[in-house]
């Protein structure tokens, strides 16, 4: 296999294990600048140019991009996808991952726990925030903080106003998360490669500090997950689009709390506390990829006119309740069933013989206008009716 590591940091502890261990298992590969790379699009085909040359052929990239560049170092990822060069982890998923609001949008989206977190725009609205998430105290997060930057706990509703008032000012965009106070100065980093969690360690922060992030002095230790927290970890990774990712997730009383999935996890410190060699395990899984990638299947699938990729829900009182997917009819009109929601399970390519239930969400490829006919139509508010005025306005000649 030909690897491209894509790090502006090439004798960073993460890079130089990740490229000795591509060497060792005998694969060829480099360190590349995101930076130094163009764009060309002035061919029939996409490609890229390294330093002023065209790029030469690769197997797979492996992203390594830092927070600052991370518009143009996705814009270099997205190109490698384009000329179907397999990377771990997708442009997409770099930039959902990123932005702390969106990230928590699309995870809310697919049960995952996570701390109660609201996001408003204007000091007047800080109030009513805050006791939608519990009260104070509560923790204020800058939307692209990194390593415990931008994190602030807040003890009373008063400084919370103060605070984010000062960010917004700055022109910074904030969230308000309730504070886990039964987790206090301890979270977990589940290290997430493929399908599995391959390493976990658990972070505690020193004296009174709060964050436990290791860059500001916390202590780690390695730690066996449930399978509720791997499940978690596992599915948090899979739903932002990364297959390699590092998620940190708060021990809540009533289970795993996810606060974040990072695209470029540090290999240091879990690697020293677990004494695993997570870096081979990422070169092996990218490896054993390379001759059956992973596709954009939204995207392939959506660029024959007239069909599309849907998300069809089986209604409490729909015709579906209790039909098997071979007698719902959906194949005589030319939908297929990819996967199958049900809770928070999900059936890949399910059979045909599967009867569907109440809550089901079936993931569709199909005829657009088919599976539109299926989605009922959503109830109108009705429109309310203000009483005339008791005596008419009077108007100016």
């Known amino acids: 296999m030909k690897l491209a590591i894509l790090s502006r940091a090439p004798h960073a502890y993460s890079t130089e294990r990740l490229r000795a261990a591509a060497i060792d298992r005998g694969h060829e590969v480099k360190v590349l ?9 002035t061919g029939d085909d996409p490609d890229l140019q390294y330093r002023g040359k065209l790029l030469s052929d690769y197997d797979a990239v492996l992203p390594r991009i830092g ?4 518009y143009y170092g996705t814009a270099v990822v997205r190109q490698f996808e384009q000329m179907d060069v397999y990377t771990p982890n997708t442009a997409n998923g770099i930039t959902n991952s990123r932005d702390k609001l969106r990230a928590n949008q699309i995870l809310s989206r697919h049960d995952i726990g996570m701390p109660a977190t609201t996001f408003v725009n204007g000091r007047a609205d800080v109030r009513g925030a805050i006791e939608r998430v519990g009260g104070a105290p509560v923790v204020i997060k800058l939307l692209e903080g990194t390593q415990g930057i931008g994190v602030i706990l807040a003890p009373e509703a008063k400084v919370a106003e103060s605070i984010v008032e000062t960010l917004h000012s700055t022109k910074q965009n904030v969230l308000i998360q309730s504070f886990i106070s039964e987790s206090r100065g301890k979270d977990i980093r589940a290290l997430v490669v493929g399908d599995r969690v391959v390493a976990a360690m ?3 922060a020193s004296g009174d500090e709060f964050r436990s992030n290791v860059h500001r002095g916390g202590t780690v230790e390695q730690v066996t997950l449930t399978p509720e927290y791997e499940e978690a970890a596992v599915r948090s990774a899979q739903i932002m689009g990364l297959r390699v990712a590092g998620v940190d997730m708060l021990e809540g009383n009533e289970g795993p709390l996810v606060m974040e999935v990072n695209s470029s996890p540090g290999l240091e410190g879990i690697e020293r506390a677990t004494g695993l060699d997570i870096a081979g395990a990422i070169i092996d899984f990218i490896a054993n990829q390379v001759a059956f990638p992973e596709i954009d299947v939204r995207q ?5 006119t007239g069909y599309g990729v849907a998300e069809l829900l089986v209604h409490t009182n729909a015709d579906l309740v209790g039909k098997t997917i071979k ?10 069933v990819l996967t199958l929601h049900r809770g928070s ?6 059979r045909s013989g599967v009867a569907l239930e109440p809550g089901d969400r079936l993931l569709c490829f199909g005829k657009l206008e088919e599976m539109r006919s299926m989605i009922p ?7 309310k009716l203000r009483k005339l005025p008791k005596e008419p306005r009077q108007t100016e000649a």
């Open 33 to 41: 600048n995101t930076l130094r790379f163009a764009i060309d699009l």
């Open 67 to 70: 927070n600052s560049i991370t």
């Open 202 to 204: 658990r972070r505690s």
């Open 300 to 304: 392939r699938l959506s660029v024959s």
């Open 327 to 336: 007698e719902s009819g959906l194949w005589d009109r030319d939908i297929t």
């Open 345 to 350: 399970g999900v059936i890949p390519n399910p």
């Open 377 to 383: 139509e959503r109830r109108k508010r009705r429109a």
